[in-house]
C-alpha cells in the first residue's frame, strides 16, 4: 500500500504543513488562517457503510410514503413527495417542482448511491473504477442536497395548515426528520476520508 503524503495544504489560504499524527477526536487547524487541516477520522470509517445504507432506506420510505394527510370540511387528502412535486408541475410550477425533484430526491439519492458504490469495494480495499472521479463528484453534490430546507418548508405548512384542518402526519415526515439527522452524519464524513481509506491503513480509533 502506498504511504499518505506526509505534508498537508490549506485549502483557504494554500499554507503547506507538516503532517501531524492525530489521535482520536484530535483536529489540526491552519496556523496561519485557522481553516481546518484535518480531523481524526474516529470510527466514521467503520459506520459511514451502515449509516449510508440506513439513509436509502429512509430515503424510500420518505419519497413514497405519505408526508401528511389533511382533512378540510370531510374532504380527505394525502400527499407524497413524489405526489407534491407532479401537483406543482402540474399547476404551472414547473421550475419549483423541478428544484424540489432534483434538491430534495435527485442529488441526495445519487450522492447516497455513489457513496455505496465506493464504499462497499473499499472495505475489501478495492477501489472502484474511476475512484477519482467519484469521489470529485460527491464534493460537488454535496452542496446541492436541501432535505433540511424542504422539511423546514413542510413544518411550517403544517403549522400553518393546522388552524385551518386536521392534520395528521404520515411516516414520511418521521422518516425526514430522521434521514435529516442522518444524512447530516453521512456528509460528515469528509472525501478526503475516502482517500484515506483507499490509501491508507485503517487507522484505529
Ligand atoms: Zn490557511
Redesign the pocket.
Known amino acids: 500500500m502506498r504511504e499518505v503524503p506526509d505534508t498537508i495544504a490549506?485549502a483557504?489560504?494554500d499554507?503547506i504543513f507538516q503532517r501531524a499524527k492525530l489521535r482520536s477526536r484530535d483536529v489540526a487547524y491552519?496556523l496561519?488562517?485557522g481553516?481546518e487541516l484535518e480531523r481524526h477520522a474516529g470510527t466514521l470509517q467503520r459506520r459511514v457503510l451502515p449509516l449510508t445504507l440506513a439513509s436509502l432506506i429512509l430515503f424510500a420510505i420518505a419519497s413514497l410514503f405519505p408526508i401528511v394527510s389533511i382533512e378540510i370540511h370531510g374532504l380527505h387528502s394525502e400527499t407524497t413527495l413524489i405526489g407534491a412535486v407532479f401537483v406543482l408541475g402540474r399547476e404551472g410550477m414547473a421550475p419549483v417542482a423541478l428544484l424540489v425533484l432534483v434538491t430534495t430526491l435527485l442529488f441526495p439519492l445519487v450522492h447516497l448511491c455513489i457513496m455505496v458504490w465506493v464504499l462497499v469495494p473499499l472495505q475489501r480495499g478495492r477501489r472502484t473504477p474511476g475512484f477519482a472521479g467519484l469521489v470529485r463528484a460527491m464534493q460537488s453534490l454535496r452542496p446541492w442536497g436541501m432535505i433540511e430546507v424542504f422539511l423546514l418548508g413542510v413544518l411550517v405548512a403544517i403549522i400553518k395548515l393546522s388552524g385551518m384542518a386536521t392534520v395528521v402526519l404520515g411516516p414520511a415526515l418521521w422518516a425526514f426528520v430522521a434521514l435529516t439527522v442522518l444524512l447530516t452524519l453521512v456528509l460528515a464524513f469528509d472525501p478526503r476520508g475516502f482517500w484515506e481509506m483507499a490509501f491508507d491503513r485503517p487507522q484505529n480509533a
Request: proline share 0%.
Open positions: 490549506c483557504s489560504c499554507a491552519c496561519r488562517c481553516t
